[in-house]
Nanobody
Framework: QVQLVESGGGLAAPGGSLRLSCATS????????MGWYRQAPGKQRELVAV???????DYANSVKGRFTISADVEKNTVYLQMNNLKPEDTAVYYC?????????WGQGTRVTVSS
């Protein structure tokens, strides 16, 4: 049973930073891709950042240059470093780990950007 435990959400001021963590119970190299999605109130869930097992990354245009996805193999943890936060980044953020057959989601962590 794969478990994903997210942490790091909270309240940040515009221009501030937060780091989200997604810890999993299995070796992260078991997954084809690791990603972060978000869902703002009244909106559909959208991809924020994704990282393949070879280290290639991709980001939503709205977060390029501000967010960075990374992984720590020893800790089996995926991170999302979020800098220069904007009010429009307010959402529930979800970790996603994907194999060729299965899709795993975290429980979500809320990020609120407000002064």
């Amino acid at each position: 049973q794969v478990q994903l435990v997210e942490s790091g959400g909270g309240l940040a001021a515009p221009g501030g930073s937060l780091r989200l963590s997604c810890a999993t119970s299995v070796n992260i190299f078991s997954f084809n891709s690791m990603g972060w999605y978000r869902q703002a109130p009244g909106k559909q869930r959208e991809l924020v950042a994704v990282r393949g097992t070879l280290g290639l990354t991709d980001y939503a245009n709205s977060v390029k240059g501000r967010f960075t996805i990374s992984a720590d193999v020893e800790k089996n943890t995926v991170y999302l470093q979020m800098n220069n936060l904007k009010p429009e980044d307010t959402a529930v953020y979800y970790c996603n780990l994907r194999t060729s057959r299965d899709d795993y989601w975290g429980q979500g962590t809320r990020v609120t950007v407000s002064s």
